[in-house]
């Protein structure tokens, strides 16, 4: 029972550097740490797709005269909820649809 345990921990650690993919107890931290990365990237990821999200619509607005803060604010002003990854696939690749909803919203 050990010996699986021990062999499905270096499996798992296969393509790590130096003593970690072959000596287990090496492997067993190395394990814990990738799953803790693992854990707190798969949260920093969706913060920085926001970012890129508005940096994009922040960019495409400026050209319309627009700034992101305002916009976002009339938006909600008027009521209409169409989320930032929205506006921002919007913003590339239908610009001028995108410019039709800021002259709504203006």
């Given at each position: 029972?050990?010996?699986?345990?021990?062999?499905?921990t270096l499996k798992m650690a296969k393509?790590?550097?130096?003593?970690?993919?072959?000596?287990?107890?090496?492997?067993?931290?190395?394990?814990?740490?990738?799953?803790?990365?693992?854990?707190?990237?798969?949260?920093?990821?969706?913060?920085?797709?926001?970012?890129?999200?508005?940096?994009?619509?922040?960019?495409?607005?400026?050209?319309?005269?627009?700034?992101?803060?305002?916009?976002?604010?009339?938006?909600?002003?008027?009521?209409?909820?169409?989320?930032?990854?929205?506006?921002?696939?919007?913003?590339?690749?239908?610009?001028?649809?995108?410019q039709k909803l800021v002259e709504k919203?203006?």
């Amino acid at each position: 029972m050990a010996s699986k345990r021990r062999k499905n921990t270096l499996k798992m650690a296969k393509g790590f550097k130096w003593r970690r993919k072959t000596n287990f107890r090496a492997a067993k931290e190395a394990l814990l740490k990738a799953g803790k990365y693992a854990y707190r990237d798969r949260r920093n990821k969706k913060r920085t797709q926001r970012r890129l999200w508005i940096i994009r619509l922040n960019n495409a607005l400026r050209l319309l005269g627009e700034t992101y803060s305002k916009f976002i604010k009339k938006l909600v002003d008027k009521k209409i909820e169409i989320d930032r990854k929205v506006l921002s696939q919007m913003a590339v690749e239908n610009p001028q649809v995108f410019q039709k909803l800021v002259e709504k919203v203006k």
